[in-house]
């Protein structure tokens, strides 16, 4: 008997071994391949992925199993309600041992390792393989070898995992815990060993809410790059909610490396204002995209999204935005608009309108880095500025009252006069600017730099003023 799981399929040229090499040895022992549902379920899954190397990966698998199946070399067996192909595997081949021989392709170390002790017991009726590189099956024993990782867990969730730094997930059959990566009020952040990671709730943060809200998500498929949308559902050994799975983020938080001057020339030396609006045109093509189906983010705040020393963008903490009925039950008080300022972020649904505040917002606090945009001399609290919507600057040459001491008249004044406008009309006049609007004086601006007719330094040495506007033609 032949069995497989998903990822030996995924190997840079498995083509080779199950379009050849596999169906002539199958043929002579007169036998089929047999792939658990769950596993032909994860591969096409994985044509989805937000990854394009494991999408390619799965589409060429899918290809060569539908080859199989045609001619049917391979069989899939079970149904959505089976267990996980490792707990399939284990309860399968005791039971077959017996009367056949075995074969298990896998590249999973830690599944290979699990059948040790039955492959000593029944030495020679029981073979494992993985495939090397071009489809090359090598027995498991000379498998690298890869030492348990080490870490500690924290002591809430010592006894949910039975002491082992592992998780299961429904796709994912079981990830083992590598690193902790972070945590908080919610819960834990882990780095898997399968590159993948987790955020594990705290016992008195999990609840039936939150897992069907996931579930939800799960069914939404945002698979735009830097999206770190939920994956899987992540539970524990017994099988209950405990968390989800997300693509890995990189990169360090925008409020940590961006939002004061030694902060920014330390993590990103050599940028100019060109790499700030790149910085802001990707923030805004995400939530463009999550409005576009009717996500609102809610707690759009730049501890949320990560930012790489080249500029890459990763939108995280994504379990909190606003789906369907699901209300975002948290926010920021410099990204909250005057009209829900003191209100109980859980108990009503957000609008668009809400997240175009947000979203101005960060854009101001990234050309004048780290500054909200009520600040002001002689002002109140954050949260009596923003009700006050007295907004400090003006546009063109006309100075502004009140504006912070230092550097800040000069970065207002580095901007080009129509982005100056813009601002001013949101914060002064509570005219918002949706995505798609910012997405065009974005790119204004970024014309602009290209034809040197606005500053290109992101701290100016001198207060001036740049209104050159583009030629007629470049407006858009």
């Known amino acids: 008997m032949f069995f497989a799981d998903a990822t030996v399929f995924l190997v840079g040229g498995a083509d080779n071994f199950f379009l050849s090499r596999l169906p002539r040895k199958l043929k002579e022992e007169g036998t089929s391949l047999i792939l658990p549902y769950r596993c032909a379920r994860e591969i096409n899954n994985l044509q989805e992925s ?48 017996q009367r056949r021989k075995i074969v298990l392709l896998t590249q999973n170390r830690e599944l290979a390792g699990s059948f040790e002790q039955l492959v000593r017991e029944k030495l020679g009726r029981i073979r494992i393989f993985y495939l090397r590189e071009g489809g090359t099956p090598i027995p498991w024993h000379s498998f690298p070898q890869t ?39 919610e819960g834990f952040i882990f780095l898997t ?27 939404e498929k945002i698979n735009y790059p830097g999206i770190c949308w939920p994956q899987d559902i992540i539970k524990t050994p017994d099988g209950d909610f405990l ?28 940028w100019r204002r060109k790499h700030l609006v790149d910085l802001a045109l990707e923030i805004v093509k995400r939530v463009e995209h999550l409005h576009r189906r009717e996500i609102i ?36 008080i410099n990204f ?7 209100k109980n972020y859980k108990t009503f649904l957000r609008s668009f309108e809400h997240d ?21 001399q002689g002002g109140g609290t954050p949260v009596e ?49 949706s995505p798609q609007e910012w997405l065009q004086e974005l790119n204004y601006y970024r014309k602009l730099l290209m034809q040197k007719g606005a500053e290109e330094k992101i701290f100016p040495a001198v207060s001036r003023s740049y209104y050159q506007p583009l030629r007629r033609s470049d407006h858009g």
Not at 194 to 207: E, M
Not at 317 to 326: F, K, P
Not at 336 to 342: F, K, N, S, V, Y
Request: glycine share 10%; hydrophobic share 35%; proline share 11%.
């Open 50 to 97: 937000v990854y394009p190397g494991k999408q390619e990966a799965a589409r060429r698998a899918a290809a060569f199993i539908q080859k199989g199946l045609k001619e049917e070399y391979i069989r899939v067996m079970g149904s959505p309600e089976d267990p996980g192909p490792e707990r399939l595997f284990h309860k399968l081949f005791p039971r077959h041992i």
């Open 147 to 185: 030492p348990e990782p080490q870490i500690e867990l924290p002591g809430e969730l010592c006894s949910l995992l039975k002491n082992r730094p592992e998780v299961f997930g429904e796709k994912w059959e079981r990830l083992s815990l590598e690193k902790e990566l972070g945590r908080g009020g």
């Open 193 to 219: 060993r399968q590159g993948q990671v987790v955020k594990l709730y705290r016992k008195q943060k999990s609840s039936e809410e939150k897992e069907k809200k996931l579930r939800l998500m799960l069914k």
């Open 243 to 270: 968390g989800y799975l997300m693509p890995r983020g990189r990169g360090r938080p925008m409020q940590v490396t961006l939002f004061t001057k030694p902060a920014l020339e330390s993590n990103f030396p050599g």
């Open 297 to 332: 983010i809610g707690d759009i705040n730049p501890l949320n999204i990560l930012v790489t020393p080249s500029g890459e963008v990763f939108f995280v903490d994504t379990d909190s935005y606003q789906l369907q009925g699901y209300p975002c039950p948290v926010g920021t």
């Open 336 to 342: 909250t608009p005057p009209e829900l300022q003191g």
């Open 356 to 376: 175009y505040f947000a979203l101005a917002t960060l854009l101001f606090m990234i050309f004048l880095p780290g500054k909200p945009p009520y600040s002001r």
């Open 385 to 433: 500025n923003i009700n006050q919507q007295n907004f400090p600057y003006r546009p063109g040459n006309i100075p502004g009252a009140k504006v912070p001491a230092g550097q800040w008249q000069a970065l207002w004044e580095a901007l080009p006069q129509r982005m100056q406008e813009k601002f001013y009309a949101v914060f002064r006049e509570n005219k918002r600017l």
